[in-house]
């Protein structure tokens, strides 16, 4: 047989070989429902050149949705100045990178469940404290205004986290306004203005905040017309953001973050994951917003529409290129997520009542005071933490105090006001938190201090009003996420990666999700090989290879005509078996490394979408 020919060119028998991959991402389709109702309104990133209400679509200027060379270069070189800091806000490898949430309920019920996923994925850099700041009832009217009681509640919050504003270097934004007017653009413009006020309130309250990403709304089209937020206003809440990026791409004085003389007034502004879509029908990546997936006002998330946005947020900071030097796991600390072994309320009203089986924790500080119990065991080797973090997802009403106990021997079946052993010492009072988010406490000294592993923190409050959190026995235990150093950790599966920087710290086949791809080429006419990835991720990682139409190639939906030439091979090369190009065209080729860490994409696309491939499971 000929040798074929592996180069770029119209020739018969030309294949090209096209890869570029990143970390595992994507949203699936999911199956409408016949009562949705839709639209018709394209989304903005598939909108493109195309317009709505005259205005072009697309996330920036030109109706695409990659940001103009120099912005991103500007964005680029402000991501390389998010580093660990001191509470002085100055570079100190031992400090930390705070990550904030600005905005409304929407946003504290997307961004809690956001934190929550994120506070256990080893994946991700463990200098980054995640901080829900986000607050219900909280429009862009409302905060932008820089004396809001928004910004104090802030504060208050990342004090209870034991950070400062000078530590915090990103936000994500995601504000509307409530019951806007159908009026477009005007409430769109007004809407772009607030974000602006609310990007400089930003800049002058976190002075080290290097970059905020924005997102607009959700699918407002299941809620009726003049409600909180209803449809095309939801929608043109999208073009609001985009104006406000587009004024900052522009030299618009208001937002200049250094590319201009004259102060300094915003930081830098770019897209985050664009969150729109026309219901039941599925935009270009295949997302889309079911029934389900809202609450019964059909404006706020559910909890499956929280996970929805939760991972299109850990999706996009795991492939964004502006998040790529400080976003990834490092080798100098981890993180260690423990769930509560035991949790329980107990209510003075009912001294002799055990709680433990209940899926609710109380607090209510009333004649009859209602406090709640945590317990934890900790492993051998995560002390002493750098950072250590008890985190609870609220259910209604959140804050109030955190508190010692020095007797851990409490059963969570027995446990009565009565019999509850003695509260002590207060740690951390947290500030108030509204629903459906996640409030934090750092209680690292008491974590270090104690000795035998075993601890309890009691939580009360004075507040006449209930505060409730989800419990252990509804699948979202209260839970302690420690920032570990990873000099001198144990190596429990003695891979040469100490545990809590090993992804599978009890597999030794696997230390690291595996990382892109690199030198895929073809040392023979019919064999193509690859880079093994087995130095960066572990002898457990295993290859999926896939082979599609050149003319394609520029197509990141899923293509009926791809062939999946390899499925789980551990093998870093194989025998092309795929059809020969008709004459004129070509084939490209794409290659994907996994692991039980994570996987590689199969492609990035410039503006950040992976590929599609449904050829390979």
């Not at 990550?99 to 463990?126: C, P, Q």
């Not at 309250?205 to 607009?216: D, G, V």
Request: aromatic share 6%; hydrophobic share 40%; net charge negative.
């Amino acid at each position: 047989m000929e040798p074929r020919r592996w180069e770029s060119g119209t020739a018969a028998g030309t294949r090209v070989l096209v890869f570029a991959l990143a970390a595992l991402g994507g949203t699936a389709i999911v199956a409408g429902d016949a009562r949705a109702q839709n639209t018709g309104l394209v989304p903005l990133i598939d909108l493109g050149p195309g317009s709505y209400g005259g205005f072009p679509g697309g996330l920036y200027p030109g109706g695409v949705n990659v940001p103009p060379v120099a912005h991103e270069a500007a964005a680029l070189a402000a991501a390389t100045q998010i580093q660990p800091r001191n509470a002085a806000g100055n570079p100190d490898p031992a400090g930390f990178i705070g990550m904030v949430a600005v905005g409304m309920s929407n946003t504290t019920h997307e961004f809690g469940a956001f934190e929550r996923n994120e506070d256990a994925n080893r994946l991700r850099n463990a200098r980054v404290v995640i901080v829900d700041t986000g607050q219900g009832g909280q429009t862009a009217a409302i905060i932008s205004d820089p004396a809001a009681s928004y910004w104090t509640l802030m504060s208050q919050r990342l004090a209870s986290m034991g950070l400062t504003a000078a530590q915090v270097q990103v936000a994500w934004l995601k504000e509307a306004d409530a019951g806007p007017p159908d009026n477009f653009p005007i409430h769109a413009q007004t809407l772009r203005d607030e974000l602006e006020q609310v990007a400089n309130n930003l800049h002058v309250k976190f002075p080290n905040l290097k970059i905020c990403y924005l997102s607009s709304r959700i699918y407002g089209g299941y809620a009726a017309p003049g409600s909180l937020n209803p449809e095309p206003q939801a929608y043109e809440s999208g073009f609001a953001v985009k104006w406000l990026i587009e004024d900052q791409i522009a030299g618009d004085p208001n937002l200049n973050f250094g590319q201009l003389d004259g102060p300094v007034r915003a930081p830098v502004l770019m897209w985050g994951p664009y969150l729109w879509a026309d219901g039941t029908t599925p935009r270009s990546d295949g997302l889309v917003w079911l029934p389900a997936d809202l609450e019964a006002d059909h404006t706020h998330p559910s909890p499956v529409g929280e996970q929805k946005v939760a991972g299109l947020l850990s999706s996009f900071f795991a492939h964004e290129a502006t998040a790529v030097s400080w976003w990834p796991a490092r080798a100098d600390a981890g993180i260690v997520a423990i769930d509560a072994v035991k949790d329980a309320h107990v209510n003075a009203a009912t001294p002799s009542v055990n709680f433990g089986a209940a899926t609710t924790l109380l607090t209510q500080g009333t004649a009859l005071p209602i406090n709640t119990y945590l317990g934890f065991e900790l492993p051998t080797g995560v002390r002493p933490a750098a950072l250590a973090k008890l985190s609870l997802r609220v259910v209604q009403v959140g804050g109030g105090r955190v508190a010692t106990v020095a007797d851990t021997s409490w059963s969570e079946g027995a446990i009565t006001y009565a019999n509850a052993p003695p509260i002590g010492a207060t740690l951390v009072n947290m500030p108030q938190s509204s629903r459906d988010g996640t409030i934090g406490a750092n209680v690292t000294a008491n974590v270090n201090a104690d000795v035998d592993g075993r601890l309890t923190f009691a939580l009360t409050t004075t507040a006449t009003s209930q505060a409730s959190y989800h419990g252990k026995d509804d699948g979202e235990p209260p839970r302690l996420v420690l920032v570990t150093p990873c000099a001198g950790a144990p190596d429990g599966d003695g891979d040469g990666r100490e545990d809590p920087c090993d992804c599978a710290p009890s597999d030794v086949r696997v230390f690291a999700a595996p990382s892109e791809i690199a030198n895929l080429h073809w040392p023979g006419p019919t064999t193509l090989a690859w880079a093994s990835q087995s130095t960066v991720a572990g002898t457990g990682t295993l290859y999926d290879v896939v082979a599609g139409d050149l003319h394609e190639v520029s197509v990141f939906g899923a293509r009926i005509g791809d062939t999946c030439l390899a499925h789980g091979t551990p093998a870093t090369q194989l025998e092309d078996t795929s059809a020969e190009p008709a004459p004129g065209g070509g084939s490209f080729f794409l290659v994907r490394a996994v692991n039980d860490c994570g996987g590689a994409r199969w492609e990035t696309a410039s503006d950040g979408r992976d590929r599609t491939i449904a050829a390979c499971p």
